[in-house]
């Protein structure tokens, strides 16, 4: 086995107990969560209730995790909740990333090959909403159980989801600026970066965004898709601004609020154009607290990615389990800043990227 390719080059790093700085030891459960029911239908009714995870796997299990890539700060705080509900609960997992959205065939084959090297089950944060639909029917052949974990997956053959809406996501970014916006005559114009084309959270959050904005006096000027790195979203601002600057915002991925706020400021656009983003990270907390963003609706991923493994480790130990789990989405903004659980949300500060915990597969 390649760990480099299995890690997509990334840094392998064998999550010692004091390789990062812990948050404030204390429970993060229980936790209101929404549950769908029946489970993984769009429309199905929504009830609230508090989350609590098992105290501990009944065996150690071994369980691939598979993420798009960690070239962001957001991925790294599901990959906190990952690695620290696995201590928690004594299992073992090999988390591995594709590099990008554009690498399907990477994901897949990752997949399989953890699947191969003994996984007993598999947490997916998709590259594709549909394309490894034929590899989670090969793996419900073999007894294999899939839970679909942040982006979201179309096939019928999952067990458990760990995802909010992000076409909420989106409504509750374009309901920010929309409600903000109200009592302007003058209408507005909004830049929108709504991510990787083709990826399903993309495809729901720009939905969402759209339905937002319909009835309000805000347009969408222009839409540029692309791959949530720093550089990409640099790039695809700085082509924006070149054509035209005559903009009230720009919404989009958090790390294009990120770049926005350098590419701003280098242009002196900072107190012209407003900035918003349609998920949080440490770099938009920042910036809300700079008063460089205006704000951000969370969907708590690092308690996305903790109760992924709580599902899976059910699931393994052949207990109830809820099918369809999603944290509540709120927007943080100056006036909460100060006072949510960030922990919720982010890594704590020091976290570096973990792959391997608990067990070396064999």
């Known amino acids: 086995m390649n760990v480099w390719k299995w890690c997509a080059f990334g840094i392998v790093v064998f999550g010692f107990p004091n390789a990062y700085a812990f948050a404030a030891e204390k429970n993060w459960f229980p936790i209101p969560v ?34 798009p890539h960690i070239k962001d700060s957001y991925w790294l705080s599901v990959n906190y909740g990952v690695v620290d509900e696995a201590k928690r ?31 007993k089950g598999v947490v997916i944060g998709a590259v594709s909403f549909d394309g490894l639909n ?4 090969e793996l419900k052949d073999i007894g294999i159980p899939v839970v679909d974990l942040v982006n979201g997956m179309s096939s019928p053959f999952i067990k458990a989801k760990s995802l909010v809406s992000f076409t909420k996501m989106g409504a509750s970014a374009g309901n920010y600026i929309a409600k903000r916006h109200a009592f302007n005559n003058k209408g507005g114009k909004v830049a929108w970066f ?5 990826a399903g959270w993309v495809k ?10 319909s009835a309000s006096t805000l347009k969408i000027a222009v839409t540029r898709y692309g791959e949530t790195d720093f550089k990409t979203q640099t790039r695809l601002l700085e082509e924006v601004l070149n054509n035209n600057t005559d903009f009230d915002y720009i919404v989009g991925t958090a790390v294009t609020a990120e770049a926005a706020v350098t590419v701003l400021r280098k242009r002196g656009l900072s107190d012209k154009i407003k900035v918003v983003a349609y998920y949080f990270t440490p770099g938009v907390q920042r ?22 493994i709580d599902q899976m480790v059910r699931i393994l130990d052949k207990k109830p389990f809820l099918a369809h789990v999603s944290p509540e989405i709120y927007i ?31």
């Not at 594709?98 to 996984?119: F, H, K, P, S, T």
């Not at 729901?204 to 904005?213: E, S």
């Not at 910036?287 to 992924?308: E, F, H």
């Open 287 to 308: 910036g809300i607290k700079r008063g460089t963003i205006l704000a951000a609706p969370t969907d708590s991923a690092v308690i996305q990615g903790r109760i992924a």
């Open 204 to 213: 729901k959050g720009d939905r969402g965004f759209r339905q937002a904005l």
């Open 34 to 67: 929404e549950v769908g029911g029946p489970a993984f239908k769009a429309n199905s009714p929504k009830t609230v209730t508090d989350y609590m995870p098992l105290k501990a796997g009944m065996r150690p299990w071994d369980i691939c995790v598979s993420f």
């Open 332 to 362: 943080i903004d100056k006036s909460n800043i100060s006072t949510f659980d960030r922990y919720t949300s982010i890594a704590p500060g020091g976290f570096w990227p973990n792959f391997i915990v608990n067990r070396v597969f064999q």
């Open 134 to 137: 034929p590899l989670i029917a």
């Open 194 to 198: 709504p991510g990787p084309k083709g």
């Open 89 to 119: 609960l004594g299992v073992g997992i090999h988390l591995f990333h594709a590099g990008g959205y554009d690498n399907l065939a990477l994901q897949i084959e990752q997949i399989q090959e953890c699947v191969q090297d003994g996984g």
